[in-house]
């Protein structure tokens, strides 16, 4: 998800999409989309903010307990689900 942000740049130079597509991903684990959909529910049934690009970021996370650095105050609604915040 990070990536494709990333890349979706309209500014982005070619050598800086060469420099993002040669960074290493993470492989997703098993059962990955269904967890992260049961947790945007959760959160959009408590009446809180939950945007799929965000809940899928911070599921990835929430998998490989990383903590995830940050400007983005929405983020602060995954914290409570055990998500750590830089």
Do not use: H
Request: net charge negative; aromatic share 8%.
């Amino acid at each position: 998800m990070v990536v494709t942000e990333a890349l979706s740049n309209q500014f982005l130079s070619e050598d800086g999409a060469s420099r993002i597509q040669a960074l290493p991903m993470i492989d997703l684990l098993d059962d990955y989309w269904i967890r992260a959909g049961k947790m945007r529910a959760k959160l959009i049934r408590q009446q809180r903010k939950a945007k799929l690009g965000d809940a899928l970021i911070a599921q990835v996370c929430l998998d490989y307990d990383a903590p995830l650095i940050t400007y983005d105050g929405d983020f602060d609604n995954f914290v409570d689900l055990g998500l750590k915040l830089l």
